[in-house]
């Protein structure tokens, strides 16, 4: 007897591109793809290859409402995307912005949720049971009678999801899902997707992501665009990162944390083969007997694997250097001196809003040259502390000191001069017109009256820096989401501030413009500059901060160097934080000693 029939494709693209106002190139260009019902589908492509305006196809939002040149064809559940509406889409696709504000429109949390569902006319006991579920997915049940505007961007990212969750539609679109979220939260919104998405289910997704880590464990295919946003691979996510893991990493996206790792051991000679893609197969390779390059068991409780006989001793024993981990790229710069005199002091700091405390009695040292890391949960008040820092909230006097400036009470020249700050959300921060004038201004050329060739001349140093020679005459609102968080970063670089405070300034890039971020950074770092960095990403915080400091519940709960940090998995875990993969797949007794503990990539062998 024959089976039922086989459902139609939830989505189809053929040979789509599109055109952005003023650009000469088509990104995304030429893509084919067919996503099936139930199926997981990973997009993954350096920033700027048009990876957010394809998803915008999947809901018509390009070519209806985004200005911008649309060729090919996408249809939705069998319904074309040009000549459906909008509003008609979505019954057939929900998504989830880059930007979760840009998608926020009413007055309190689950009036939020219920917009969709009751513009659809969904009967008002199922809008009330959507929206309810939907938020206590997401962690947000307690707080539904609170105006969006003051939950945090983590929170703003959450009830994102929750409002495209409570339309119940059968494809789900996310452009970057969980770049605002603690690591405990992002662990959960794939815990979700997983169960939307198990076996038998009908519910498609299409995710736009750099955190593999995670997004590894839901993922059924992947389709790469290279940086001129034609595909570059496809097919199983396994098969495709392990099969093209090399050419994937010369192309700037990210991998996988413990495969980017066995690539670097790989070259060294320690023979991992097939690459692991997680931390448990990562560390099940190292603690292989035949991985210490003799090829012989190592014996009884694995007391010959952690002596790290043959291979591992000979090749640790050729990449010297410092293997501490907290110390970060830049070795023993300045600012090792608890005497002097430090960067930044908070004393007793307490700021409110909406009638909460965000932060409560913060007293914060900052050394003249650390490399800080703040991290914490969602909500925690980590923004809020470095908006302190930076002037742009007004505190209690006496509360902050920056360089011996009180920054809520300084003149902007003066804040400008000692202060570079990057919003979280890029967009905050940008005031003119084009990229190049947003960065003349940053430097405060033209209001100094400079020579035309001098203010060229550092704008187009900015520019190269920044990869963003292309862009100097579009608009910063017409960037990708990488292209603007590395712009917003570039204007708090030009002016060449002693003091850089972050605000998640890798969120949205790929690989290769992340590395370059921080390594920028660490050489500023490395020659006195002071950075404090806001950051989720516990991974990229082992590679180069000197420090890190828990924030909780508006007070900081623990400041540490960072390897002691990142090593204490129970701290970590009480506080919705997750060790890096790297520092879990390094942790265990069987790894050979030669590599237990680390916490960065710069000390595996084959880096140096």
């Known amino acids: 007897m024959d089976g039922p029939p086989p459902l139609a494709p939830a989505a189809v693209a053929r040979s789509v591109r599109v055109r952005h106002p003023g650009a000469t190139a088509w990104t995304p260009d030429e893509v084919d793809v067919d996503v099936a019902p139930g199926e997981v589908l990973l997009i993954l492509g350096p920033s700027g290859c048009g990876k957010s305006t394809f998803a915008l196809t999947f ?42 504000e840009a998608q926020l429109v009413t007055r309190t949390v689950l009036d939020e949720v219920c917009f969709g569902p009751e513009n659809r006319l969904v009967p008002a006991a199922e809008v009330e049971a959507r929206a309810e579920a939907a938020l206590r997915a997401v962690g947000l049940w307690d707080r539904r009678d609170e ?39 992002a662990e959960e919104v794939y815990r979700l997707l997983g169960e939307l998405t198990a076996p038998g289910s009908t519910r498609s997704v299409v995710l736009v992501e750099h955190d593999l880590d995670l997004a590894l464990g839901i993922v059924d295919t992947v389709l790469v665009l290279d940086g001129a946003g034609r595909p570059f691979a496809s097919g199983p996510v ?52 035949d991985v210490d390059g003799a090829g012989e068991p190592a014996g009884a409780g694995g007391s010959e694997v952690a002596g790290g006989g043959g291979a591992w001793a000979e090749v640790c024993a050729e990449t010297p250097g410092d293997r501490g981990g907290a110390e970060g790229p830049s070795g023993a710069g ?52 470095v908006q302190s820092l930076a002037g742009v909230l007004r505190v209690p006097r006496g509360t902050v000191e920056v360089l011996g400036l009180e920054p809520a009470r300084a003149s902007a020249s003066a804040l400008r001069e000692t202060i570079g700050f990057v919003f979280q959300n890029p967009e905050h921060q940008f005031v003119a017109h084009t990229v190049q004038d947003e960065l003349a201004l940053a430097l405060g050329l033209r209001q100094r009256r400079l ?36 712009l917003s970063v570039g204007t708090a670089l030009i002016e060449g501030a002693p003091v850089l405070v972050l605000d998640e300034p890798t969120s949205g890039q790929d690989r290769a413009r992340a590395a370059d971020l921080l390594e920028l950074l ?28 828990i924030l909780d519940e508006g007070r900081v709960v623990a400041l540490d160097e960072t390897a002691r940090i990142l090593g204490d ?24 000693v030669e590599l237990r503990g680390l916490t960065r990539l710069a000390d595996l062998p084959g880096l140096r």
Request: overall charge positive.
């Open 59 to 100: 809901n018509g939002l390009v070519p209806h409402a985004v200005p911008a040149e649309f060729a090919g064809t996408m249809t939705v559940g069998g319904v074309s995307t040009r000549e459906a509406s909008v509003a008609e889409l979505s019954e057939r696709v929900a998504m989830v912005f880059q930007d979760p």
């Open 147 to 185: 105006n969006p505007d003051i939950l945090s961007g983590g929170g703003k990212q959450r009830l994102a999801i929750a409002c495209a969750l409570a339309l119940g539609s059968p494809l789900l679109v996310l452009d970057e899902p969980t770049s605002s979220l603690d690591p405990a939260g």
């Open 238 to 289: 396994r098969e495709v990162l392990r099969a093209r893991a090399e050419d994937l990493e010369a192309l700037g996206v990210w991998l996988p944390t413990p495969t980017t790792a066995a690539l670097r051991m790989r070259r060294a000679g320690i023979p991992l083969d097939p690459l692991p893609l997680t931390a448990g197969e990562l560390a099940a390779a190292l603690a292989d007997p």
């Open 334 to 385: 300045p600012g090792r001196d608890a005497e002097v005199r430090p960067a930044i002091s908070v004393t007793g700091l307490t700021v409110k809003r909406g009638g909460r405390r965000i932060l409560n009695e913060v007293s914060l040292r900052v050394p003249r040259g650390d490399f800080l890391a703040v991290v914490g949960p969602n909500g925690a008040g980590k923004s809020t502390l």
């Open 451 to 486: 020579p035309e060739a001098q203010v060229t001349a550092g704008v187009d140093g900015m520019l190269t820096l920044l990869d963003l020679h292309a862009h100097r005459s579009s608009h910063p609102f017409r960037l990708s989401g990488g292209q603007k968080r590395r």
């Open 522 to 549: 660490a050489a500023l770092n490395a020659t006195g500059t002071t950075v404090i960095v806001v950051t989720h990403d516990l991974g990229l915080i082992g590679q180069y901060a000197r420090h890190v400091a």
């Open 569 to 592: 998995r129970a701290l970590l875990e009480a506080h919705a934080l997750r060790q890096p993969p790297l520092v879990r797949a390094l942790a265990g007794p069987s790894i050979p």
